[in-house]
């Protein structure tokens, strides 16, 4: 049996699967993030205006988001490509990228 460098379609269904039955905060946060162009705006407002966020694919470049983002009383379904930093060269490198995207996504932004 090789490797392969490429996720299956059923690899990129568990990831996600797990990720959204186990990780629902991170997959939370990470919608959030992926969404967000301004860091400096208020970050408990966009939080509260995300809904059902899942992970729904993943690939050696990103992983692909779908949530309901409301403004008021209008809300839609989105749908996101967030690119990993670099592209990964084997499947085994998605989990510890998932992590960081999750780092990334829960970190407070501080500066003074």
Known sequence: MTESNEISAEV?????????????????????????????SNYNNNWTSIKNAQMTSVSLKSYKM??????????????????????????AGVKPQLIAEHHKALTPKLSW
Do not use: W
């Not at 990780?23 to 993030?33: F, G, K, R, Y």
């Open 12 to 40: 990129s269904a568990r990831i996600c699967s797990h990720m959204n039955d186990g990780h629902a905060s991170s997959v939370h946060a990470m919608a959030i993030a992926s969404q967000k162009s301004d860091v400096t």
């Open 66 to 91: 779908s949530y309901v983002k409301c403004d008021e009383d209008m809300c839609s379904t989105e749908e996101n490509d967030v690119p990993f930093d670099a592209v990964l060269l084997k499947p």
